[in-house]
């Protein structure tokens, strides 16, 4: 349980490390992508702003010299759309008029830089240069483009459309935008035939200051007029009426995007430093998050390879330690010893102090041992009163039994519990890695299997592993094997030994005891397999198949009692009353003829549970009876509680009673003591005559023992019975003549 426990806090404590790393981590992707995205958008974002910035320029620009044409053209329609023109520029004395009002105005004019008037078929009939008249042809000053303009607005004279056009024009000094109109009445009506018509051209140069005025006008910083072959990434083209370029006007671009993003990108630097320092923070503390928990997880760790009571290692821990001494013996080839102790009589100190107590006692041992093992050595409490040291020796098991000498003369001393004086044993099992050669598991095998043997044999003793006893093992595993199947087959048979009445000398009951011819060995004695029985489980399918047998053969004998033995395995079972009662409904036979027989070591273990037992049991109307009384603990205290319906004294205070006074005495201060709490006795293994008359002398009721019959078949028991019948039919016949 408490290894799955840390098994989980470990996964957690990794898990979260890996999860607070993971997070991070997924931020980081995070932040650099959004980072990347935020820097590309930008530049996107600046590219076209500055794109739409140099797209709205030309625009403007383009406008801008549609304008200026407009302004030239509105210009000229003022002056040649005129009533007084009409009449002054085709009269024979109109060159003063004309002269004043056009060619005067060609100076100090925002609109017109030249004023010309020339007659239908392109004569001049008044050339004027910035209020001055200009020699020279007109064809030398412009470019053929003015005709185009001429002829456009002279063609829109013949017909219905206003007589105007405006262009470009390449001249001497430039470009100027030139507008042509034809000369009339303001309603447009003109009273000259069309050879006669007069024409106004107004010119206006591109020089440096109507460029500087546009820039201004317009907000298009560093305008300027180049010629046609200058490369730029943005121009304007200026072309005249014919569509040929004649020169381009180009601007600084004023570039709004990289503005924008000079003044964002430190701010956006300023926020990514923060997100960075912010995720650098989340780092620290998530390492150090993660490192407390590295910490957490090791003391854990250390903490669950120790024994809370004794504060010694634990198993886990003691296997650690083990791996790590048959590692290192195997290099420096030395060897790898380890100690199995089981505390003998620790239970019944448990159970008659209290669990304080058994708790003290564990500590009291817990300290001696630490004080005795060598330096080095691993000491574990590996269960409930057993014990595990190990250690690392340049010699074979001399140093083993040298500490198993130490440990068991310290436990031979009564301990001090608190206020009370203790008395505890201890069964040791010793087991050898030579050079580290054998591995972990098989050596603690070998330490526990030595000690079950120290058990086995007698208390308070060390037993070094011997392979023999692994051939023991297995016998037992094997016959375990044949016990299993012979009571799953039914081939265990029962046998039955008379109990005689003392004084009558009639057979009252009998005893069932279980027999079993092992198939390949001969019979067995259930002293030998019985215990096996119970330590492997098979006990209460054996023990409920002799009840049941025992209670329906009993049925045919209705003169007789029959006691049944009961292992404190069935006993302990909370259950065993049922099945009991189960058995006997089963049966059909009256409970106040079933006797149980059970034997008291198990009563001074558990004296709460083994009362409440024979209660249930009682109460069902079975008779309950104590047997072996005088082979073991002994205490009267517990018969009287337990109330049992009859004592068995053991067969081995029967045996000795001709041996000598004492054994007499012993024999008859226990039969006694029974009688004194007015519980029947029954002696059992009674051989001889002598024993059967002193038994029946010191005061048992009933008789049991080869001397009156052996353990026999059931038909025997029915021809016994017989034989009595008809003896007392014959003694009747005899008494009656
Ligand atoms: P137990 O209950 O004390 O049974 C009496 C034992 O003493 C029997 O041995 C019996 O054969 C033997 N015995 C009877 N009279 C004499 C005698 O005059 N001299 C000698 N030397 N021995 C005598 P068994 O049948 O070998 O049984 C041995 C033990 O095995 C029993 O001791 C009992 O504890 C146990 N056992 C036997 N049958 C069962 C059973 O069905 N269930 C349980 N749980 N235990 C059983
Ligand atoms: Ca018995
Ligand atoms: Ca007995």
């Known amino acids: 349980m408490s290894a799955v426990f840390r098994g989980n806090r470990q996964v957690s404590g990794r898990g979260l490390r890996a999860t607070v790393i993971g997070v991070l981590f997924s931020f980081a992707v995070i932040v650099t992508v959004v980072t990347v995205m935020v820097l590309g ?131 001497k000094s430039g470009i100027a935008v030139v507008g042509v109109a034809l000369v009339r009445e303001k309603s447009g009506a003109l009273a000259v035939p069309a050879d006669k018509h007069r024409f106004l051209i107004f010119a206006r140069h591109l020089n440096t200051a109507t460029i500087d005025k546009l820039s201004s006008t317009y907000v298009i910083p560093g305008l300027q007029l180049v010629s046609p072959d200058f490369q730029a990434t943005y121009s304007v083209p200026i072309k005249d009426a014919d569509g040929v370029v004649l020169g381009r006007l180009i601007w600084t671009s004023r570039a709004p995007g990289d503005i924008g993003y000079a003044e964002v990108r430190p701010k956006i630097v300023q926020a990514i430093a923060l997100v960075g320092l912010f995720f650098l923070v989340l780092l620290i503390i998530g390492w150090m998050a993660a490192r407390r928990l590295r910490a957490d997880e090791t003391l854990a760790r250390e903490e669950g390879h120790r024994d809370r009571l004794s504060g010694l290692l634990n198993r886990d821990g003691l296997g650690i330690a083990i791996d790590g001494f048959v590692a290192s013996a195997a290099q ?133 592993y011997d392979p023999a006893m692994d051939a023991d093992r297995e016998e037992r595993n094997a016959l375990e094997l044949d016990l299993r199947m012979a009571i799953e087959g039914g081939d265990l048979t029962l046998v039955y030994q008379p109990l005689i009445d003392a004084d009558s000398h009639e057979m009252t009951g009998v005893e069932a005891l279980v027999r079993w011819d092992r198939p390949g060995h001969g019979p067995i004695s259930p002293e030998i397999f019985i215990p096996v029985a119970e330590t492997s489980g098979l006990i209460e399918a054996l023990g409920l198949f002799v009840l049941r047998k025992a209670c329906e053969t009993a049925k045919q004998w209705p003169e007789l009692r029959i006691s049944v033995n009961v ?171």
């Not at 199995?340 to 100190?349: P, S, T």
């Not at 057993?386 to 301990?415: C, K, N, R, T, Y």
């Not at 292992?567 to 049922?578: C, E, K």
């Not at 007499?664 to 059967?692: N, Y």
């Open 567 to 737: 292992s404190p395995g069935q006993f302990r079972n909370p259950a065993f009353a049922d099945y009991v009662r189960y058995v006997l409904k089963q049966a059909d036979i009256e409970a106040k003829r079933v006797t149980l027989e059970v034997t008291e070591g198990y009563m001074i273990q558990n004296p709460q549970r083994t009362r409440q037992a024979i209660e249930r049991l009682k109460a069902l109307g079975v008779k309950v009876a104590l047997d072996d009384f005088g082979s073991g603990f002994s205490s009267i205290g517990y018969l009287r509680q337990f109330g049992f319906d009859r004592i068995k004294i053991d067969r081995s205070l029967v045996k000795d009673v001709m041996e000598g006074e004492s054994q007499r005495e012993m024999l008859q201060a226990t039969v006694a003591l029974a009688r004194s709490l007015d519980i029947p006795v029954t002696a059992e293994g009674i051989e001889t005559e002598q024993q059967a008359v002193a038994v029946r002398m010191f005061g048992c009721d009933t008789l049991q023992g080869y001397f009156f019959a052996r353990p026999m078949p059931a038909e025997q028991i029915t021809e016994r019975l017989m034989d009595a019948r008809s003896r007392r039919m014959a003694e009747r016949r005899n008494s009656a003549a």
């Open 41 to 171: 958008a930008l530049e996107s974002v600046t590219k076209s702003s500055n794109v739409l910035d140099e797209e709205r320029s030309r625009e403007t620009m383009s406008g801008a010299l549609k304008t200026f044409k407009a302004q030239l053209g509105a210009t000229l329609n003022d002056y040649a759309a005129w009533d007084d023109a009409a009449t002054n520029v085709y009269a024979e004395d109109g060159m003063p008029w004309t002269i004043s009002n056009y060619g005067d105005m060609s100076v100090n004019s925002t609109l017109f830089d030249m004023a010309i008037v020339v007659d239908a078929d392109r004569k001049p009939v008044m050339v004027y240069r910035e209020g001055q008249p200009m020699q020279g042809s007109l064809d030398d000053f412009f470019a053929p483009a003015l005709w185009t303009i001429f002829e456009k607005a002279k063609a829109k004279a013949g017909r219905n459309g206003s007589p105007e056009a405006v262009g470009l024009v390449s001249t």
């Open 332 to 464: 420096t080839k030395r060897n790898v010893l380890i100690l199995y102790l089981d505390l003998d009589g620790f239970k019944e100190v448990n159970d008659a102090y209290g669990h304080g107590t058994g708790d003290q006692l564990i500590r009291a041992v817990a300290a001696g041992l630490t004080v005795l093992i060598p330096e080095g050595a691993a000491l574990a409490r590996i269960g409930g009163d057993e014990f595990a040291i190990a250690f690392v020796s340049d010699g074979e098991h001399a140093a083993a039994l040298q500490l198993s000498e130490q440990i068991l003369d310290f436990l031979a001393e009564p301990l001090e519990i608190g206020r009370r004086i203790v008395v505890v044993g201890a069964s040791i099992g010793i087991g050898m890695s030579p050079a580290g050669t054998i591995d972990r598991e098989e050596l603690v095998r070998r330490a526990d299997l030595a000690m079950y043997k120290a058990k086995e044999a007698g208390r308070a003793r060390m037993t070094l």
